[in-house]
Structures are given as C-alpha cells and as structure tokens.
C-alpha cells in the first residue's frame, strides 16, 4: 500500500510554518491517541503514521529532502520516518516527535525540559512586621529592627564548596537537574534525584555551611519610615532577604507597617477626629477650649452659643500629611455636650429654676415631642 503524503497526514499544506506544522500534529496526537481509542482497531496505525510525519516535516533537513524528492528521501534507512525500518525504529521517532509536544504543553510548569537550571537561586522575600505610634506615622522616623535571616557563608564565599571550590557538573543529569525515563508512549521528566535540579553538586562541602552556602544569622537593619504612612503600608528594602542558594542574588525584605491606635485621635486617611467634651454652659452660652493637636501643640477652638452635642469645628492642615507629599489633612473637633455630676444643692436649686423658666429654649426638644404628638394622634384616628 502506497504511504501517503505526510502533509494530507497532518491536514495542513506545503507551506505550513514550523507553528503550524505542531499545532496540526498535537490536535491529531491527542485524537488518535490510542488510550483515547480502545474501540478503533486503526487507530493507532494513524497514530503512528501522524507521528512518523510530523518527525520528517519538524525537522528543516528532513523536510527540505521530503519536498525534494518524497518518501524516496528515506528508503533504504536513511532519514528518519521510513516504513521500512524496525519497530525499535519508530518508536524512537514517535517518542522524540511526542517528547517536543510534551515539552510544549508542559515545559514551563517543569523548567523547560533541555535547558540547564540556573547553577544558583534567588534567595526568598522575607517580611517583618513593624508597629509604629501615630506620632511617628506624622513626624516619619528611623527605626532599627533585626530580622533573622539567611545570609551567605563567608567561609565558602557563598559557594557551598570547601575553600570556595567551583561546583561540578552533575553526573546522572549532565547538568540539566533534570532526568528523563521512558513509560510506554511517554517521556516523562523528573528532577535530577542527585543534584535536586541544579545541575550541579560540591565534592567538597563546606564545613561551616555544609554545602549550601548560608548560614542562619540574625542581623540589624536601620529602616526611615516615611512621615504619613497608615496601617498596611508596605515598604520595601530589594536584596535584604534571604541570601541565595549556593551565591545566588538575595530576596527582597518586605516590612508591613501597622499603626497603634491612640488615645485622643482617631484618623481616617488624612484626616484625624477629636472628641472634646464641653460644659452645659460652655455650651449654651459659648466661650472656647483648648484642643490638642498631633504635632504636640495645643489650638483654641471658639465655640458657638446654642451648640449641641455632635457639631463639628474643623481645623484646617492640622492633620497627617500625604505619604506622597500631597499637602496635609484636617482636624475635625466634635463637641459632646457634658451633663454635670454629683452636683450640690444650690446647684440643684439653680438648674430646677433654669428648667422652670426654660419655655422655648430646647428646639430639639419641643421639635421630637411635636412628633410624637402627631404620631399618637395618627394612632387614635
């Protein structure tokens, strides 16, 4: 029986792109597959007649020769893809065709199968966690923290090796950190169990580090915190993690601010609110009091006749800066109303006939009780 054309085989023409050419053979692969196709007795005569030609028309030298002169090219076991040669022959093929598929479909997630791992690693990011006062979130300050940490081995040069010898190439994976078996049709990649993927190993550990070029040490860093920072800020200091494996580049050190609630102040954003409590007759018949601010001042604050508990005062730019240089916030003053206590008894004499003579002085008071007024007469009708 005649072989058919190997591109008819793929279902793509003769001017196909390298792209394109594997696009049609992975969608056939996988349709033929003959796990896929128990009940088709042909199946996997067409899949290995799609894997024979992809493995001619994938390779530029087979391909040039296979438009030149057909299946010619490769009679008599030249070439690769003949139906005349064994069957050791085109499984060969069929697991080197599969195997660029395989690495397509899954050499990101396992590192690129054929590509060496890089003989070093970046240290990990580490984070440390810093809680500062309000008072420092508004001024900015300098802190000193000491973060516990890997850094790399002085006695090796951060090598692994003893005296900072080189390391060698790894024997079972030649230095790919990577091992390949066969499992029927498959190709399957797995870390190189003896170098554990970096494609190298130390003859000679290091002493002090025992081969992996760091060591546990705690260490001091001095850190400016930016005036304006809130709670979840992140700032962050680039190579002052963890010391790379074997000399490799450092991680970044991540530090998450939180500020500490205060006493007095409450913020939101940029703004700060204060709960200044006042006199009945501060109150009633104005006057002013003495706030503080952030800044360790004090402002005098003018109270209108008549105020009630919740009226807000605000104090322009007495509040925390922008973290990104955008001016400063306000300072917002809520007065609470103060009912005395404890009070003697010609106080007592004196708000009874302060009550007996106030007719129209609570319109608070007579506009709610005029409600309910309405309301009961609502109920009644």
């Given at each position: 029986m005649a072989k058919r054309d190997y591109y008819d085989v793929l279902g793509v023409g003769r001017t196909a792109s390298a792209d394109e050419l594997k696009k049609a053979y992975r969608k056939k692969a996988k349709e033929l597959h003959p796990d896929r196709n128990s009940d088709n007795p042909t199946a996997e005569a067409e899949f290995k007649e799609v894997n024979e030609a992809y493995d001619v028309l994938k390779d530029a030298e087979k391909k040039a020769a296979y438009?030149?002169?057909?299946?010619?090219?490769?009679?008599?076991?030249?070439?690769?893809?003949?139906?005349?040669?064994?069957?050791y022959g085109q499984q060969a093929d069929f697991n080197s065709a599969f195997s660029d598929v395989f690495e397509d479909l899954f050499g990101d997630f396992m590192g690129r199968g054929g590509q060496a791992r890089s003989r070093v690693q970046r240290g990990?990011?580490?984070?440390?966690?810093?809680?500062?006062?309000?008072?420092?979130?508004?001024?900015?300050?300098?802190?000193?923290?000491?973060?516990?940490?890997?850094?790399g081995c002085d006695a090796c040069h951060g090598t692994g090796a003893e005296g900072g010898a080189e390391p060698v190439t790894c024997p079972t994976c030649a230095g790919m950190g990577k091992v390949r078996a066969q499992q029927g049709f498959f190709t399957v990649e797995r870390t190189c169990p003896t170098c554990n993927g970096l494609g190298q190993i130390i003859k000679n550990p290091c002493k002090v580090c025992h081969g992996v070029g760091r060591v546990e040490k705690d260490r001091s860093l001095s850190v400016n915190i930016p005036k304006g920072v809130e709670t979840g800020t992140r700032i962050r200091l680039a190579g002052e993690g963890e010391a790379g494996l074997r000399g490799g580049p450092s991680g970044d050190l991540y530090i998450f601010i939180e500020v500490r609630e205060h006493t007095i102040f409450q913020r939101d954003g940029v703004n700060l609110y204060c709960r200044v409590p006042v006199s009945v007759a501060t109150a009633a018949l104005g006057g002013e009091v003495e706030v503080p601010t952030i800044d360790g001042g004090m402002s005098r604050v003018k109270v209108p006749a008549g105020s009630q508990t919740g009226k807000q005062m605000r104090l322009r730019g007495k509040g925390m800066p922008?973290?990104?240089?955008?001016?400063?916030?306000?300072?917002?003053?809520?007065?609470?109303?103060?009912?005395?206590?404890?009070?003697?008894?010609?106080?007592?004499?004196?708000?009874?006939?302060?009550d007996t003579l106030s007719v129209d002085n609570n319109p608070e008071g007579q506009s709610f009780f005029s409600k309910v007024k309405g309301f009961w007469d609502g109920m009644k009708s």
């Open positions: 438009d030149r002169f057909g299946h010619a090219a490769f009679e008599g076991g030249m070439g690769g893809g003949g139906g005349a040669r064994g069957g990990s990011d580490l984070r440390y966690n810093l809680r500062i006062t309000l008072e420092e979130a508004f001024a900015g300050v300098q802190k000193t923290i000491n973060v516990p940490s890997s850094t922008s973290l990104r240089g955008a001016g400063q916030g306000d300072m917002m003053i809520e007065l609470a109303v103060e009912t005395p206590v404890n009070l003697t008894a010609r106080q007592k004499e004196i708000l009874r006939e302060f």
